[in-house]
């Protein structure tokens, strides 16, 4: 199976100030079809989750344009330009490439 | 608009079953894989099980394998999840993702279940 690390697990982060989160996979993520189906999801507090990016970087509908995502093969990064106080919660990287699909151990975002 | 609707949670006792569905709409449901993921109380998000469009080929993560079984009935557009032989471990809130690898499409509020006695 696959393995999803997400570095931090923890990030306080100050109001208006970026953020980054990094996913790195044991294996390469590209599919035979040659895309990388390499997804973020945020979790609010009491929600389900939230797809906020797919294939790497395609922010999704009504995401805002701070959150960005970049990376190729193993190593992935998401990126919140300016931290808002929405932005609280738990932010995984998904893979979709390799049955069984798989998370990472999840990131919180919190405000300092 | 993608929508996708869990139900069939609830209190089961240990060694129980339960099916839970997902009801799909918004896109042309037997052309995309599904899966099932779960999240137990305070933990991170789990893949369960996942199933091809035709319905041919199925996948289970190892703790639910022999256990549960994934169908669904693109006739109604509604994905299943069998789950038999119930463990206190398998409490969970359960979600049928939004379709496809990429994912895209907002999640349901998913379907919540107890294993207790």
Known sequence: ?????????SSPVTL????????????????????????????????????????????????????????????????????????????YCTQATHFPYTFGQGTKLEIK | EVQLLESGGGLVQPGGSLRLSCAASGFTFSTYAMSWVRQAPGKGLEWVSGISGSGGSTYYADSVKGRFT?????????????????????????????????????????????VSS
């Open chain 1, 1 to 9: 199976d696959i393995v999803m690390t997400q570095t931090p697990l």
């Open chain 2, 70 to 114: 994934i169908s669904r009935d693109n006739s109604k557009d509604t994905l299943h999840l069998q789950m038999n032989s119930l463990r206190a471990e398998d409490t969970a809130a359960y979600y049928c993702p939004p379709p496809g690898s990429s994912g895209e499409g907002y999640w349901g509020p998913g379907t919540l279940v107890t």
């Open chain 1, 16 to 91: 208006g100030q970026p953020a980054s989160i990094s996913c790195r996979s044991s294996q390469s993520l590209v599919h035979s079809d040659g895309n990388t189906y390499l997804s973020w999801l945020q979790q609010r507090p009491g929600q389900p989750p939230r797809l906020l990016i797919y294939k790497i970087s395609n922010r999704f509908s009504g995401v805002p344009d701070r959150f960005s995502g970049s990376g190729a093969g193993t190593d992935f990064t998401l990126k919140i330009s300016r931290v808002e106080a929405e932005d609280v919660g738990v932010y």
